[in-house]
């Protein structure tokens, strides 16, 4: 919502407006809430997000807690504003033999890692994806901060409801979601900084545990189909 955008967007709802009496503009991020009040007062509606049907069962594995590799998922489709420059920041800072990457296969790379990479199918099924999001220790999910100030990740949603620890940008509605629940430890301020292996301690811990399993619990009763 800037630049052109915003001059469409503005033009079409007060084009709208002259044909019908009542307008409702519906977005599912508080940041767009916000700015769009502004000019169009109480036409504003925040909808949730209907993610909340993705349980996931599997009998025949379970999570090894005693495990020495920690498995990093990468989720969805290689695009530019998901696996751009943090994303690159990352793996930089974070070649290490006790990690292994789970990503799409279409990520390619001249440069010899130490981690251990795991590619997945471009298109994965339904339990195909739940299940490597499940069985890893950490979603990175490290996006633009430019392209979502103002916009959701399905994929965020549907990790905090799985209690997933998510690694995501800062400035980012993701971002602001984890500061609602004091989840500040999961907030990359600087990917270019960041190594993984010094804050392990904090992100494996009980109290971490704690605030996620609360934003779990507010996510499933608020982000669902029947409210939507």
Same mark, same amino acid.
Do not use: C
């Given at each position: 919502? *800037?630049?052109? /955008?915003? !001059?469409?967007?503005? %033009?079409?709802v007060?084009?709208?407006?002259? &044909? =019908?009496? +009542?307008?409702k503009?519906?977005?599912?991020?508080?940041?767009?809430v916000?700015?769009l009040?502004?000019?169009?007062?109480?036409?504003?509606?925040?909808?949730?997000?209907?993610?909340t049907?993705?349980?996931?069962?599997?009998?025949?594995?379970?999570?090894? *807690?005693?495990? /020495?590799? !920690?498995?990093?998922? %990468?989720?969805?489709?290689?695009?530019?504003? &998901? =696996?751009? +420059?943090?994303?690159?920041n990352?793996?930089?800072?974070?070649?290490?033999?006790?990690?292994?990457?789970?990503?799409n296969?279409?990520?390619?790379t001249?440069?010899?890692?130490?981690?251990?990479?795991?590619f997945?199918?471009?298109?994965?099924?339904?339990?195909?994806?739940? /299940?490597a999001?499940?069985?890893?220790?950490?979603?990175?999910?490290?996006y633009?901060?430019?392209l979502?100030?103002?916009r959701?990740?399905?994929?965020?949603?549907?990790?905090a409801?799985?209690?997933?620890?998510?690694?995501?940008?800062?400035?980012?509605?993701m971002?602001?979601?984890?500061?609602?629940?004091?989840?500040?430890?999961?907030?990359?301020?600087?990917?270019?900084?960041?190594?993984?292996?010094?804050?392990?301690?904090?992100?494996?811990s009980?109290?971490?545990?704690?605030?996620?399993?609360?934003?779990?619990n507010?996510y499933?009763k608020?982000?669902?189909q029947?409210?939507?």
């Amino acid at each position: 919502y *800037k630049e052109i /955008k915003k !001059i469409i967007f503005n %033009f079409f709802v007060n084009f709208i407006k002259k &044909k =019908f009496s +009542i307008l409702k503009i519906l977005t599912d991020t508080k940041n767009l809430v916000d700015i769009l009040k502004i000019k169009h007062i109480n036409n504003v509606v925040l909808l949730p997000v209907p993610h909340t049907n993705i349980i996931f069962k599997n009998k025949k594995q379970k999570k090894n *807690k005693k495990q /020495k590799i !920690i498995k990093l998922y %990468f989720p969805g489709q290689y695009r530019p504003e &998901k =696996f751009g +420059i943090n994303f690159q920041n990352f793996l930089k800072l974070n070649n290490n033999t006790k990690y292994q990457i789970f990503i799409n296969r279409k990520f390619k790379t001249e440069k010899k890692f130490k981690f251990k990479l795991k590619f997945l199918k471009n298109n994965l099924s339904n339990f195909e994806y739940m /299940k490597a999001m499940y069985f890893s220790d950490f979603i990175i999910l490290p996006y633009s901060s430019k392209l979502y100030k103002s916009r959701t990740s399905g994929i965020f949603i549907e990790g905090a409801i799985l209690s997933k620890k998510i690694l995501v940008t800062e400035n980012t509605w993701m971002a602001n979601e984890y500061r609602r629940f004091r989840l500040n430890d999961l907030i990359i301020r600087d990917w270019s900084k960041f190594e993984l292996k010094d804050n392990l301690k904090k992100l494996f811990s009980k109290k971490l545990d704690l605030k996620i399993k609360l934003m779990q619990n507010k996510y499933v009763k608020v982000h669902n189909q029947d409210n939507y």
